[in-house]
C-alpha cells in the first residue's frame, strides 16, 4: 500500500505563492508518474499537473500552465508543485496521486494511489 502525505497548503493573497510537497512512503516511487488535482467545493476533482517518472514529461491543465510548475526528487520520494500567481480561483483542496502508467496522466481513474488532500485558499 503506498502512502502519499501532502503538504504546504494554506491561505494566501491574490497573487502570492505557495509550494505544495508530497511524500511517498513506496521505495519505487522512482516507478511512478505522479499528479496533482484539486477540487473546489461543490465542483468534480479536476487536472492540475502530472510528472513522468524521470521528469522528463510534464503536463499541466490550460487553467494553470504558466503559473504552477511541477517537479519531483525521486531521491526523497517528493513530488512538488509550485504555484505563483495565485488567484482566487484556485481555491480548492489539492490531491497528489501516483500511477503505474503514462496514460490518460489527466483522469483520475488512471491513479492507484491518493493523498488525504491540503486546503488552498487564496483571499481576493
Known amino acids: 500500500q503506498v502512502q502519499l502525505v501532502e503538504s504546504g497548503g494554506g491561505l494566501v493573497q491574490a497573487g502570492g505563492s505557495l509550494r505544495l510537497s508530497c511524500a511517498a512512503s513506496?521505495?519505487?516511487?522512482?516507478?511512478?508518474?505522479m499528479g496533482w488535482f484539486r477540487q473546489a467545493p461543490g465542483k468534480e476533482r479536476e487536472f492540475v499537473a502530472a510528472i513522468s517518472r524521470s521528469g522528463g514529461s510534464i503536463y499541466y491543465a490550460d487553467s494553470v500552465k504558466g503559473r504552477f510548475t511541477v517537479s519531483r526528487d525521486n531521491a526523497k520520494r517528493t513530488v512538488y508543485l509550485q504555484m505563483n500567481s495565485l488567484k482566487p480561483e484556485d481555491t480548492a483542496v489539492y490531491y497528489c496521486a501516483a500511477s503505474r502508467v503514462l496514460a490518460q496522466v489527466t483522469t483520475t481513474t488512471s491513479y492507484d494511489y491518493w493523498g488525504q488532500g491540503t486546503q488552498v485558499t487564496v483571499s481576493s
Open positions: 513506496e521505495r519505487t516511487f522512482s516507478m511512478r508518474v
